[in-house]
């Protein structure tokens, strides 16, 4: 659960994209926009450099004011608004019911631009000196290809992080989230029809919400060296109720020089 899933940021297949940030920063609050590069093709590694086809821009108003008195909190504001050669689930759709494409197609439509936008809310909240909540609400109009993260329409998470200092280790921290990913009626009904993404696509589908639940320890080793340890369990995975549950370990290793 590392970011809002609903909220389809600009970039390429590595995560990575380029353009131009500007921030005005107050004493509480702060208001910020980017104005960034999208990939040629949905989650490509090439970027369209001609604006006038395709770029993003990024909006995100940061209150840095919460719920209770002597302790830290953050709201944020965020919206997106995608302009690339993405498709229409609705148009592959009705193509695929007029016998013009075998499946549905989201790829089989001229050189075109449209929008696809969203918005996303964010929270973080410190209850105690050693313990932080957190919670995140994203949403797109669906209607629109999947382009540039991954495939998700609406997602909300909550989740908590715990600090070290409360077991003697300053350094460490602990975490658990559980975040619930959906699909809009248009993107469900074209994935259902035999349709794919550039994610998902399993010839058919058995709709259900993707629930996710993760949780983590981080051991600070040495200096700038820590080891994390991780473990999700996914209900439907790519909403998908025939598939899963899906147990997933993980490690990193993070070193600060």
């Known amino acids: 659960v590392d970011n ?34 999208m990939p040629r093709v949905a989650n490509g590694i090439d970027y ?4 006038t086809r ?19 909190a953050v709201i944020r504001l965020l919206s997106y608004f995608n302009y690339a050669n993405m498709g229409d689930y609705r148009t592959a759709i009705r193509q695929f019911e007029a016998g013009i494409t075998p499946v549905p197609d989201i ?41 540039a993260y991954t495939e998700v329409n609406q997602s909300v998470s909550l989740g908590a992080v715990a600090h070290g200092k409360i077991w003697r280790r300053s350094l460490d921290r602990a975490g658990f989230a559980f975040t619930s990913n959906a699909l809009s009626a248009d993107h469900r009904l074209y994935l259902e029809l035999g349709g794919h993404g550039f994610l998902l696509g399993d010839g058919r589908l058995n709709y259900g919400r993707e629930k996710i639940v993760e949780a983590f320890y981080t051991f600070h080793l ?18 998908n109720r025939d598939r899963g549950p899906v147990l997933v370990p993980g490690v990193r290793l993070h070193l600060e020089l």
């Open 4 to 37: 809002n899933g609903g909220y389809d940021y600009a970039a390429d297949t590595r995560g990575y994209t380029v353009g131009i940030i500007l921030d005005y920063e107050d004493r509480i609050w702060g208001l910020r926009y980017a104005g960034v590069l």
């Open 54 to 72: 395709a770029h993003a821009d990024n909006f995100e108003f940061e209150l840095r004011r919460g719920f209770l008195p002597k302790r830290d």
């Open 107 to 147: 790829t089989a439509h001229p050189l075109q631009q449209t929008l696809k936008y969203g918005f996303g809310v964010n929270l973080e909240q410190g209850l105690t000196k050693w313990l932080t909540a957190f919670g995140r609400f994203g949403w797109n109009e669906g209607r629109h290809e999947s382009f």
């Open 48 to 51: 369209q450099w001609n604006i």
């Open 222 to 239: 040495y200096r700038g060296i820590f080891w994390s340890f991780d473990l999700q369990h996914i209900n439907n995975p790519g909403y």
